[in-house]
């Protein structure tokens, strides 16, 4: 199959791996950082059970890193984001969130920290790289913000780690979760980090030359089929039932942190200065007036996934939408993530919410819907 079929032109950016997922059963790509990503290699379902029972290698080359280095390059990292990254190791991951001067949210990023001077924001879908650099060109700090050759794999599930062993040694398999190595592969540096979009057991493999993208992939493919190895795509079920969310989804410039039971990520009381700090102290001492939640709906399962905000509704008054939905056959039932005003938000609350023409029944629940202390990423 010709890639010309998914193809928009020029504008939007093939991934070095692109080929090679078209090559190994890509259906469909979606648009995402102005590249391609692979969304469909057949049935969702199986994709599904590849990733939990096995392991699946993904194309998230979408996850473009935006640099910043230079001397003021951690005074500048920390102005972005609420998280206090102060105490952050070189070769250690954070999940952070940066924010505006409103306290909404910009990205919800991965930062890398790859030396004292030198930071990667592995980025959700949103023009960080042009944020950043406005704002760097007010903060009179010395930073340069770019974005690098650099283009991330996921090898996610219960088999990934004898995977990452067979493919490149000792040290990447024996990572502790959210941490990073270095790996000299056939001439070509790989950063390796045991993180990933799963909350399964997993490792991202960052390639630092473009070139060599579809060398890399049937490496770690032949590598990997003895231990059940597929090629595959991120998955909504799984995701939705760890309730990870989806940026321009789930949490956009629109939400602020304490609305998405963020709070973990915030820190206000240190001394130290960043973007949203008044925004978000402000917000925390008024209150929040609506919350992210999860749902279960009844009926039969829903088929695909929401292409639209639901709307959520108590007593026929509108409350709130869902953001994300989809049925999980490990579960049995229809789960989702949305976005209710309060009270609405005790577990137990039910509503209606209009599928497909159809009305049915919501019930507020407990998130994430499976294994809620992340055993399987943490642990493996």
């Known amino acids: 199959m010709s890639f010309k079929k998914f193809s928009f032109g020029t504008q939007v950016r093939k991934s070095p791996f692109s080929d090679s997922a078209l090559k190994w059963g890509a259906q469909g790509f979606s648009v995402y950082n102005h590249m391609y990503i692979p969304r469909d290699f057949g049935d969702p379902v199986q994709n599904f059970w590849n990733l939990v029972n096995e392991a699946i290698l993904c194309d998230v080359a979408v996850e473009r890193q935006v640099e910043i280095s230079g001397a003021d390059a951690a005074e500048f990292s920390q102005l972005l984001t609420c998280r206090d990254i102060s105490k952050c190791q070189v070769g250690q991951c954070k999940y952070v969130l940066l924010t505006d001067k409103d306290g909404g949210i910009v990205n919800d990023p991965v930062m890398l920290k790859l030396a004292e001077d030198k930071f990667w924001f592995s980025i959700a879908d949103s023009d960080v790289l042009l944020w950043a650099r406005g704002l760097a060109a007010y903060a009179d700090l010395d930073v340069k913000i770019s974005e690098p050759d650099v283009s991330p794999l996921q090898l996610q599930g219960p088999q990934s780690r004898a995977i ?12 502790k979760y959210y941490r990073f190595t270095w790996v000299n592969w056939r001439g070509v540096e790989l950063l390796i980090s045991r993180t990933g979009w799963s909350s399964e057991l997993g490792y991202e ?27 595959g795509h991120t998955s909504t079920i799984r995701r939705i039932e760890a309730a990870m969310l989806s940026y321009q989804a789930d949490l956009s410039i629109e939400n602020n942190p304490f609305e998405l039971g963020m709070e973990r990520l915030v820190d206000l009381d240190g001394e130290f200065n ?7 102290q402000e917000i925390r001492s008024q209150g929040i007036r609506r919350k992210q939640v999860g749902l279960v709906i009844d009926g039969e399962p829903i088929e695909g996934s929401n292409d639209y905000f639901w709307e959520l509704r108590v007593a026929d008054i509108l409350v709130g ?37 159809q009305l049915r029944e919501f019930e507020v629940v407990e998130k994430p819907f499976f294994d809620p202390k992340k055993g399987l990423a943490i642990n493996g």
């Open 164 to 175: 990452i062993k067979a493919a490149f040694g000792n040290g990447p398999a024996e990572l």
């Open 205 to 231: 493999i960052f390639l630092t030359d473009g070139s060599r993208g579809a060398e890399l992939w049937e490496y770690i493919m032949e590598v990997g089929a003895p231990m059940g190895l597929k090629p």
């Open 274 to 280: 960043f973007l949203a700090k008044d925004a978000l």
């Open 321 to 357: 939408k869902v953001t994300s939905a989809i049925y999980s056959p490990r579960l049995s039932k229809n789960i989702a993530l949305g976005m209710i005003d309060l009270p609405n938000d005790i577990i137990g609350t039910r509503g209606e919410v209009e599928v497909s023409g």
